[in-house]
Nanobody
Framework: QVQLVESGGGLVQAGGSLRLSCAES????????MGWFRQAPGKEREFVAA????????YYADSVKGRFTINRDNAKNTVYLQMSSLKPEDTAVYYC???????????????WGQGTQVTVSS
């Protein structure tokens, strides 16, 4: 059974940093592209970043480009999201997902974690 477990969320002041982790178990992690999405209260879930199976290709939403970095460690079956220069509008539940392509389309992702809360105070 595939499991994706996010961690690293929390409360941070504006301008601060956090690193989210997502550990996968139950299959060959390195065969899948990975993505991060987020959902703020009252809003739809939105794409944040994605990375190819090898880590060679990455893709970011314009809203986080230059502030967030996605990377992965296939030896640890883990994908990371390094978030810097955080803003109050980054407050959301952050989800990781596994799919077959580096894409912003949620429908392309097969498996999802339960999410981790990130709150950025002003």
């Amino acid at each position: 059974q595939v499991q994706l477990v996010e961690s690293g969320g929390g409360l941070v002041q504006a301008g601060g940093s956090l690193r989210l982790s997502c550990a996968e178990s139950g299959r060959t992690f390195s065969s899948y592209a990975m993505g991060w999405f987020r959902q703020a209260p009252g809003k739809e879930r939105e794409f944040v970043a994605a990375i190819s199976w090898s880590g060679a290709s990455t893709y970011y939403a314009d809203s986080v480009k230059g502030r967030f970095t996605i990377n992965r460690d296939n030896a640890k079956n883990t994908v990371y999201l390094q978030m810097s220069s955080l803003k109050p509008e980054d407050t959301a539940v952050y989800y990781c997902a596994a799919g077959r392509a580096v894409t912003s389309r949620m429908s392309e992702y097969e498996d999802w974690g339960q999410g981790t809360q990130v709150t950025v105070s002003s």
